[in-house]
């Protein structure tokens, strides 16, 4: 394939939900804890100092990634009409990284940014998983040291969503908000 023919460039946004409280009716129903809110908002906040704004957000249905959602959203701006399309899954609540890929490999070609927002194990793994052990060694040993709620990765992908593996990725930066 020629340079010229390659697809533009895509974003992908990988981050584990806020902190969230440790208890509810249902571990499906833990909702965030008063800091998870701020560092959710303080994510919203950096995402738009980075430039990043998604087309897609995919959201597991659980109520703690609804909630980063929604909070981080509303501190970039992005919870009024016209905002990113956002799509509640709920298989990215018993996601594994296998199955999360999936989901990312069916995303629309028009989505140039997409955020992902679900849960740990998987966030850390497929985090790890996409990079292709290039791109900010800085961002690289941040992640390196473990991925704690609200953490952000951000991949720069070469291909279609459709044709993202494991290793195919670039990290570009690695950050976890504090309210």
């Known amino acids: 394939m020629s340079p010229d023919a390659r697809p533009a460039a895509r974003r992908l946004v990988v981050m584990r939900h806020a902190k969230a409280v440790p208890t509810a009716p249902s571990d499906h129903e833990r909702d965030l804890a008063p800091d998870g809110r701020d560092a959710a908002a303080a994510a ?3 995402l738009v100092d980075q430039g990043i704004v998604p087309d897609l957000a995919l959201v597991s249905d659980a109520t703690r ?4 959602w929604a909070d981080l959203a509303a501190a970039a701006g992005w919870d009024t009409d016209g905002g990113p399309r956002v799509e509640h899954v709920e298989a990215l609540y018993a996601a594994g990284p296998d199955s999360a890929l999936d989901l990312v490999r069916e995303v629309p070609d028009d989505v140039r940014t997409l955020v992902v927002v679900a849960h740990n194990p998987t966030v850390a793994s497929i985090s790890h998983l996409l990079h292709d052990g290039l791109g900010d060694e800085d961002a690289a040993l941040r992640m390196a040291q473990g ?6 990765t951000v991949l720069d992908v070469p291909t279609t969503w459709a044709e993202v593996g494991w290793a195919t990725t670039r990290l570009v930066d690695f950050h976890v908000p504090r309210g």
């Not at 990634?65 to 980063?68: K, L």
């Not at 991925?147 to 952000?152: K, M, R, V, Y």
């Open 44 to 46: 919203g906040r950096w």
């Open 65 to 68: 990634t609804r909630r980063t």
């Open 147 to 152: 991925h704690p709620t609200g953490a952000l």
